[in-house]
């Protein structure tokens, strides 16, 4: 929901020729706004489907979700290809989403953003298992907690318990 509510504030803003809703094959078209149906590739006949790499290529922005955005590696999209890596709602990522994407189309120098809050709703994980192993919290929050991101190392000095 996440990635059909940011293509709709960017719809104004951006031509159907720069940008691109990728959206994942078996997602139901009636769950999809006419705005987010007009940026994807739809056929009547199959439902959503992937552009051709040459394509692809073309637009200087791709919306998708974290699991749609790690397969354009599968499509052979070149890592750095795009000038930045935008993850909205990174408060609410599993961290092997999220890194799923930066492995796919990270490159040295390229502009990665993680926007979120991970203090409104954090990742959803089922299992006794993963909470167990850290998969409960995002990697936003992991991010946070490390002393760089700590409020006195702005400053420069010692993060407290150091």
Excluded at 61 to 71: D, E, G, T, Y
Aim: net charge neutral; glycine share 8%.
């Amino acid at each position: 929901m996440a990635a059909d509510l940011l293509l709709e504030r960017l719809s104004s803003h951006l031509p159907k020729s720069e940008m691109l809703r990728f959206m994942a094959w078996n997602r139901a078209p009636n769950q999809v706004s006419s705005v987010n149906k007009s940026y994807a590739r739809y056929d009547e006949a199959v439902g959503f489907v992937q552009p051709r790499l040459e394509d692809l290529l073309k637009f200087k922005v791709v919306v998708a979700s974290c699991s749609m955005a790690a397969k354009l590696y599968n499509l052979g999209v070149p890592r750095g290809h795009f000038d930045a890596v935008f993850i909205d709602e990174a408060g609410q990522a599993l961290e092997p989403e999220a890194v799923a994407v930066f492995t796919a189309l990270y490159h040295t120098g390229q502009l990665v953003v993680l926007a979120g809050d991970h203090k409104q709703l954090g990742p959803m994980v089922r299992s006794d298992i993963a909470n167990r192993y850290g998969l409960g919290t995002s990697f936003l929050e992991r991010l946070g907690a490390r002393p760089l991101y700590l409020p006195n190392a702005a400053a420069g000095a010692a993060p407290s318990g150091a």
